[in-house]
């Protein structure tokens, strides 16, 4: 039976940035076959969809519409090609043909959320001319971790003191002002830290405070494109501390000590050009009332591997275990370069242009016989119908077969226009579950 089949080597499931990729293109011919070529390619691919209820105004009909709008945003992270074997004609036999990828070291996490994915896979073709080509696909995780040792310049290390106040009025009367001081010994943390906070909090009004409460919450922001720019976001509480009240013409001084746990999933989007992460502290004065409470907010970054080394309780915490060990080689921090495009926001810090990355790939040999087959008709490829699993600078500069390509092959449907957007298949919950935000009216179509 004629079949494709990828083998990788060193492959358990896991990857990090940097690692590199090995394995073999197994092809198995019950016949004499005629192919273009035999390609493999690694991609990387972040996807965002979403539905949406909207209304806006006919003017013929002079009434509210309401449609359902499918929003997507699609984006190429990394795109690979490498042409194994050109046109040829091969017999009956089992023919492997090996393969390596070099991973860059600045990529996005694998990720998958309420409104997209990000996912990365080795998939291997056989061309065949007037007939289905033959496939197989392997999909695997990358673990980007936060290192705090090479975004070192965004890192804000010194202690940070916020401060608010407000008066509590009754009716027209303005009474004395409650103020709340808060002093941060650092505004970057690491998984499984202990963030010290102190607040020191004076209440000169005639009411009772109920308590103080302290909440780290992480949003995610997955934006889309297409029929318009949009975004959705999603906010999780990591963690949550609380303490008493103040009485009236009091003040207090409290010390808290906010533990980061460890099992909080963390991504990376270096380079995501549709997710985005962002943590933020908020303490809250909870007041009595028909009073507002009083909240001061303030941005922290947080990370995997802190400044100086690196944390090898981090892999435990790998859903499955047994990642692959950490590429070797200098770290970014020893030449001090930092990328200003990270993945989430830093403060005063702008956001970098995003593109799809290159990287290296390593020049191999031809087809690996296949040991324990009789020769005669089952024998390996020979050799000159083998080609280097990555091309020459001569050739990429060409644009040959193993040049790399941004794009996917020309079977796949292009993405969706905005009046496909609009009339796409209707969504399947009901139409009071898909309201989002009220929006501008939309012109009709």
């Not at 080597?9 to 004499?32: A, D």
């Not at 959320?113 to 061309?127: L, M």
């Not at 090898?312 to 370069?337: E, V």
Request: hydrophobic share 30%; with cysteine; aromatic share 10%.
């Amino acid at each position: 039976m004629t079949s494709c089949k990828i083998v990788l080597n060193n492959f358990n499931g896991y990857y990090y940035p940097g690692n590199t990729i090995s394995g073999q293109v197994v092809c198995t011919f019950n016949s004499s076959n005629d192919f273009r070529a035999i390609k493999v390619r690694l991609r990387g691919k972040e996807h965002t969809s979403w539905w949406e209820r909207e209304s806006y105004y006919d003017s013929y009909s002079k009434q509210t519409i309401y449609r359902n709008v499918n929003y997507t945003g699609d984006n190429t992270i990394i795109s690979f090609d490498s042409t194994l074997v050109g046109k040829s004609t091969l017999s009956c036999g089992r023919y492997e043909y090996p393969f390596t990828f070099t991973l860059p070291r600045d990529l996005p996490t694998t990720y998958n959320g309420n409104y997209g994915h990000i996912r990365y896979y080795v998939k291997a073709n056989i061309d065949i001319p007037f007939a289905f080509d033959y496939r197989d696909e392997i999909s695997f995780t990358l673990v980007s971790l936060i290192d705090f040792n090479e975004i070192i310049h965004h890192l804000q290390l010194n202690p940070v003191n916020y401060e608010d106040e407000k008066n509590l009025c009754c009716c027209c009367c303005a009474g004395d002002p409650i103020t709340m001081n808060v002093q941060l010994q650092k505004e970057a943390f690491v998984l499984g830290e202990l963030a010290k906070i102190k607040v020191d909090f004076t209440n000169m009004s005639n009411t009772t405070l109920d308590g103080l409460e302290l909440r780290m919450n992480m949003t995610i922001e997955s934006k889309a494109t297409s029929p318009k720019s949009n975004n959705k976001r999603d906010t999780e509480m990591v963690a949550f501390i609380s303490d008493t009240g103040l009485g009236a013409h009091g003040q207090k001084i409290y010390d808290f000590d906010l533990l980061i746990p460890m099992s909080t999933v963390l991504p990376n989007f270096t380079r995501s050009a549709l997710f985005e992460q962002w943590c933020v502290i908020s303490v809250e004065a909870v007041i009595p009332g028909c009073h507002s409470n009083m909240q001061i907010d303030t941005s922290i970054i947080l990370g995997h591997i802190p400044i100086g080394g690196q944390s090898n309780s981090l892999l435990s915490n790998i859903p499955g275990g047994g990642a692959p060990p950490h590429p070797l080689g200098p770290r970014g921090f020893t030449t001090a370069t930092v990328k200003s495009d990270i993945g989430f926001k830093v403060p005063g810090s702008s956001g970098g242009s995003f593109s799809s990355l290159s990287g290296k790939r390593a020049p191999v040999s031809g087809p690996v016989p296949v040991h324990g087959i009789p020769p005669g008709p089952f024998a390996s490829a020979p050799a000159d119908q083998s080609a280097p699993s990555a091309p020459n600078k001569a050739e990429m500069a060409e644009g040959g077969d193993g040049a790399i390509t941004d794009g996917e092959d020309s079977s796949e449907p292009p993405p969706p226009t905005y009046h496909d957007a609009l009339i796409g298949p209707p969504s399947p919950y009901p139409p009071k579950l898909l309201g989002g935000q009220n929006r501008p009216s939309a012109p009709s179509l």
